[in-house]
């Protein structure tokens, strides 16, 4: 783990708040110097713990209102090329290697059952892909990127 301390985490946990607040106002509400939040955001992101600044959007208001978790078996060796082909597809945000009866898992949004059907047709003629199984999702209870990190007990 890279060395960061309770700023940094606070740093971090007020950029997912709002991550076009001014490094002055956040300053203010941290009790730090502006100079501080400056420094520390840049090492924070050449070491790459904030990869980029982002817009969460609801998807469902654009109408893309069906989201499907897809289990993958691929034949052995091939799965690394597998998951980069998929994941260049604009429908998916999210390619997962794992542990289980898959091996991997994909997750993608789409318009509606239609855009679905074509495009696990286009994923089922993939070379080495054995298997796909699709989960559509009825119901979001939660669907967030990232987590709540716990501020350091020992800083």
Aim: charged residues 30%.
């Amino acid at each position: 783990m890279t060395n960061v301390d309770k700023i940094d985490l606070q740093i971090i946990a007020k950029l997912r708040q709002d991550a076009r607040q001014s490094y002055r106002e956040l300053a203010g509400k941290l009790g730090v110097a502006e100079g501080t939040i400056y420094n520390r955001v840049n090492r924070l992101k050449k070491e790459g713990i904030i990869k980029r600044f982002m817009v969460e959007v609801d998807y469902g208001k654009l109408g893309y209102d069906l989201t499907c978790v897809m289990g993958l078996v691929v034949e052995g060796g091939h799965l690394p090329d597998i998951e980069e082909h998929i994941s260049k597809d604009d429908a998916v945000s999210a390619v997962y290697d794992v542990t289980g009866q898959y091996d991997a898992i994909v997750v993608a949004k789409f318009r509606d059952s239609n855009e679905l059907n074509k495009y696990v047709k286009k994923l089922t003629a993939t070379p080495h892909l054995e298997r796909t199984y699709t989960m559509v999702v009825l119901n979001v209870i939660k669907e967030q990127h990232g987590i709540k990190l716990g501020l350091l007990e020992d800083q």
